[in-house]
């Protein structure tokens, strides 16, 4: 079983900056690709950011030059680093990980952790 446990939501100002964490545990061999995606209240969900296993990343062109994702492979965490927030950032953010068991690939999602900037 493959847990996800995601930390640092809260509310900030615009302008201001928050860094979410996303720390998976369980069993798994290893984990090719984590990410974070947001939903907005009315609004789907969307990938915000996605960083593999050999660091390579991408992010959706609203959070460019402002988020950023990285991932501590020893720490089995991604991080998300948010800057310059603005107002439409608001929503719940997942973290959602595709690991590898020993029974195949697994995509899993943690609980969201809510984002909250006021103007």
């Known amino acids: 079983q493959v847990q996800l446990v995601e930390s640092g939501g809260g509310l900030v100002q615009a302008g201001g900056s928050l860094r979410l964490s996303c720390v998976v545990s369980?069993?798994?061999?290893?984990?090719?690709?984590m990410g974070w995606y947001r939903q907005a209240p009315g609004k789907q969900r969307e990938l915000v950011a996605i960083i593999t296993g050999s660091d390579s990343a991408n992010s959706a062109d609203s959070v460019k030059g402002r988020f950023s994702i990285s991932r501590d492979n020893a720490k089995n965490t991604v991080y998300l680093q948010m800057n310059s927030l603005k107002p439409e950032d608001t929503a719940v953010y997942y973290c959602v990980v595709d690991v590898a068991t020993l029974e195949g690939n697994l995509e899993v999602w943690g609980q969201g952790t809510l984002v909250t900037v006021s103007s």
């Open positions: 369980g069993s798994f061999r290893s984990i090719p690709a």
